[in-house]
């Protein structure tokens, strides 16, 4: 049974970093945990984010990791502030653990990549696109729940402009495009606030057309999110019917992110995209 609320997005970059800590010594969970005289299930569960760690343990992995400097100082404000939450826990028993969590590290994260194969990202939803993407997906939800969920959604967006703004950038599939989510006005309504969006300068959206024929991109749409810090790394978000899977393992994100360079080389350029989705949206209205 997961946790009743997902761990902060600053909890999960702690440990993360912790991890990455112990592997950059080459050492094995074991080992630390020996030297530390705990057990080997703490290290694990301290690096996975099930178990909290404390200031105490933290200044001891620190100090067995010979960390110091800027880097000691930065892990160590992290530890203090690892309790914080977001906005998105007033909408814990709406969201669920997994899509809850993805929020709390997107609002935590540098930047972020999405492919989409079916449709626009949640963070350039309209309202009444969205209304209508979760309607579909949650068929048993009440009216209420999907207001809360549509509300959630639209306050993801803030993070694009934030003092310092989410730098996002999207491929679509023209499917997300020429598929008629809540008719055509809900659907020219979206295209053109995808377009509007698109003209700032942290968002770049671009559109694979049907006429690439197969490509890389065919077993789904997946979202990268990148993290700030000398120990930057990425987490690969996928999402489907019944479930959300975070891939965090470094080879494995990083076939992710050749793949959305390669998606990207194949899909229009910014400026053609914008042309392109213009086009689609003057042909639905």
Do not use: C
Not at 34 to 41: G, M, N, Q, R, V
Not at 205 to 228: D, K, R
């Amino acid at each position: 049974m997961p946790p009743s609320r997902p761990p902060s997005a600053r909890a999960r970059r702690l440990a993360a970093e912790l991890r990455q800590l112990r592997e950059a010594e080459g050492l094995t969970g074991e080992e630390v945990a020996s030297a530390l005289s705990w057990s080997a299930s703490k290290v694990s569960r301290i690096e996975t984010s099930r178990t909290a760690v404390t200031l105490g343990d933290l200044r001891n992995l620190l100090d067995h990791y010979r960390v110091s400097g800027s880097t000691r100082e930065r892990l160590t404000e992290l530890g203090r502030t690892a309790n914080q939450r977001g906005w998105w826990e007033a909408y814990g028993d709406t969201l669920g653990f997994n899509y809850s969590t993805f929020i709390a590290l997107e609002e935590d994260s540098e930047s972020e990549r999405f492919y989409g194969q079916m449709f626009v990202p949640g963070i350039l939803q309209t309202s009444r696109y969205a209304e209508e993407i979760i309607r579909v997906g949650f068929l048993a939800a009440p009216p209420g729940e999907i207001a809360r969920r549509v509300q959630a959604r639209l306050t993801r967006q803030r993070l694009l402009t934030r003092d310092t703004p989410l730098q996002l950038r999207v491929i679509l599939d023209e499917g997300a495009l020429q598929r008629q989510v809540g008719g055509p006005d809900v659907m020219a309504e979206q295209i053109s606030h995808l377009i509007d969006m698109a003209g700032n300068p942290n968002i770049i959206v671009q559109i694979l057309p049907f006429s690439m024929g197969a490509h890389i991109g065919v077993s789904g749409s997946f979202t990268l999110l990148n993290f700030p810090g000398p120990t930057a790394s990425q987490i690969v978000y996928l999402e489907n019917l019944t479930d959300e899977l975070f891939i965090e393992g470094e080879a494995q994100a990083y076939q992710y992110s050749l793949a959305f360079d390669r998606l990207s080389e194949l899909a229009l350029g910014p400026e053609e995209s914008i042309t392109f989705a213009t086009r689609i949206a003057r042909a639905i209205t």
